[in-house]
């Protein structure tokens, strides 16, 4: 809008000499345009000739002064670009693309728009209105279509094409069944070696030490197996397999205590301990916090330390599988905020080996 203003007035005042003096007018404005190109040349020796938006300016703006049929021999243009650039100069002047006001829905508020490629990245299975449901359900108002473009825009495919889940989501599905036994060996004090059965949940990472023995027969398994489905009660419904190694201590009456239960045994390969690392890995933390630090007198004594770790494992012990929360903890305690601290209690396990800390009631 001022560039097609100035250009009028630049063109107003060229005018005034045409009108007032009425002579000599047509020479004059030669001279200036001569004048104006050998600015130009002189301002780039080197090249093409180039000309900036200033030099089209004056250079329209002094076609004014001439007649139509001298523009051939006075400017450096044709008279075709001249009246090219003429137009776009006055064309400036009923541009209202600044001005024009936007119309149309609004945009999509970015953090809506990641909260459904969430929803879309979590729940494969979804299509654009499952997920516009679930939205409605969380108080946005958003439309499927628009559910839909997102989902277009992000290189998301619909629900069906989808890849599926990935390994980590199937095997975390699967293990939710899963209850995994291994032995481990405890030495006492005086150099004995004792051998403890362990059984993890993978689902809830619960922990049971079956029993403790310095002669662990097929016999005394087969009963650990039996006095863990008994502890277990109606929760051995929520199980479906149970994860061994190949030791010959497991026998096939081993197998029918959980078979009976409807739940299938699963061998792990020779020598793979990683097919079965959750209990490996419980395994290394029962040594790490307890077993390292304690002296083991016998075998009453063994089970014991086993026991008291196995409270303290599934009632305080955070897991961060867990969302660090203990595997029989229903929910996580919350400080509020603002409010003075009670009192924290600290409960020494072990003489201090271990610290449980809680707050007074």
Same mark, same amino acid.
């Given at each position: ?57 004056? /250079?329209?703006?002094?076609s004014s002064l001439l007649p139509r049929h001298r523009w051939h021999t006075v400017f450096p243009v044709t008279p ?138 097929a016999q005394w398994v087969t009963q650990q197996a039996r006095n863990l489905a008994g502890d277990l009660g109606s ?7 149970? /994860? ?21 045994? /699963? ?36 089970g014991q330390v086993l026991a008291t770790y196995q409270d303290h494992y599934n009632r305080h012990r955070p897991h ?23 009192? /924290? ?17």
């Open positions: 809008m001022i560039v097609s203003l100035l250009y009028r007035a630049t063109r107003a005042l060229l005018s005034v000499p045409t009108v007032l003096l009425r002579r000599d007018t047509t020479e004059d404005a030669e001279l200036l345009v001569l004048l104006y190109e050998n600015a130009v040349l002189r301002r780039q020796l080197n090249g093409p000739i180039r000309y900036q938006h200033a030099d089209r300016f004056w /250079l329209a703006a002094l075709a670009t001249l009246l090219t650039w003429h137009r776009k100069l006055i064309a400036r002047k009923w541009d209202y693309t600044a001005r024009r006001l936007r119309t149309g829905r609004p945009p999509t508020v970015a953090g809506l728009k990641k909260l459904t490629l969430r929803l879309a990245r979590e729940n494969p299975r979804w299509g654009h209105r499952r997920i516009q449901g679930e939205l409605a359900r969380l108080g946005h108002r958003i439309a499927p279509s628009t559910v839909w473009t997102i989902l277009n825009a992000a290189g998301i495919d619909p629900a069906p094409r989808r890849t599926g889940p990935s390994w980590r989501e199937f095997l975390t599905a699967q293990a939710e069944g899963i209850i995994a036994a291994d032995f481990f060996h405890v030495d006492t004090v005086i150099g004995t070696r004792l051998y403890a059965l362990a059984f993890l949940e993978h689902r809830t990472r619960k922990l049971h030490f079956a029993g403790v023995t310095a002669h662990p027969t929760r051995v419904e929520s199980l479906r397999f149970v /994860l061994r190694d190949r030791d010959s201590k497991y026998t096939a009456s081993f197998d029918a205590v959980f078979e009976a239960e409807e739940m299938k045994v /699963l061998l792990s390969a020779p020598r793979a301990p990683r097919m079965n690392a959750h209990c490996e890995r419980v395994i290394g933390t029962v040594r790490r916090e307890v077993l390292d630090h304690v002296l083991i007198m016998n075998e009453a004594h063994a961060r599988s867990q969302n660090q929360r203990p595997p029989d903890a229903q929910e996580q305690p919350l400080a509020e905020p603002g409010l003075k601290a009670p009192r /924290l209690l600290r409960t020494r396990v072990f003489g201090g080996v271990i610290n449980e800390y809680r707050y007074a009631s």
